[in-house]
């Protein structure tokens, strides 16, 4: 008898220390899940893009379509391919949406060039050739 009450007491003593344990790393779960779910929506939302680079309306004319998640300050700058900057197209700040800059290519030599965008929280190259 005397070792019945012993189990008892000791399976009492485990479910009091192994149920907190477990209710809290069930919860920490389950706020994991909720906030990869929720935020990484807010994430990709605040994400900035350049969509398009291509000729404008007359062959000095290029023209640079980019998307910006974030309202805040945005400079797209022209680089050579060493990465210096020969050309700032667009510097200022911006609205969330969709955006177009032209910028003029007649004293660039022919070749291959880098479009640099840089926002509050990114930065983003892309190549294009000029011909």
């Known amino acids: 008898m005397p070792a019945d009450i012993a189990q008892w007491g000791f399976l009492v003593l485990i479910l009091l220390v192994v149920g907190p344990v477990l209710f809290y790393l069930i919860s920490l779960f389950v706020m994991?899940?909720?906030?990869?779910?929720?935020?990484?929506?807010?994430?990709?939302?605040?994400?900035?893009?350049?969509l398009a680079l291509q000729v404008g309306r007359s062959e000095a004319d290029f023209e640079v379509s980019y998307k910006l998640g974030t309202e805040g300050e945005v400079e797209i700058v022209i680089l050579d391919k060493q990465f210096t900057p020969v050309l700032k197209v667009?510097?200022?700040?911006?609205?969330?949406?969709?955006?177009?800059?032209?910028?003029?290519?007649?004293e660039l030599a022919k070749g291959t060039y880098y479009c640099q965008m840089v926002t509050e929280n990114q930065k983003?190259?892309?190549?294009?050739?000029?011909?």
Do not use: P
């Open 32 to 50: 994991w899940v909720r906030w990869v779910t929720v935020k990484k929506k807010e994430v990709n939302d605040s994400y900035a893009e350049i």
């Open 90 to 106: 667009f510097s200022g700040n911006n609205n969330i949406g969709l955006h177009t800059a032209l910028f003029n290519v007649r």
């Open 124 to 131: 983003i190259t892309k190549r294009f050739d000029l011909r």
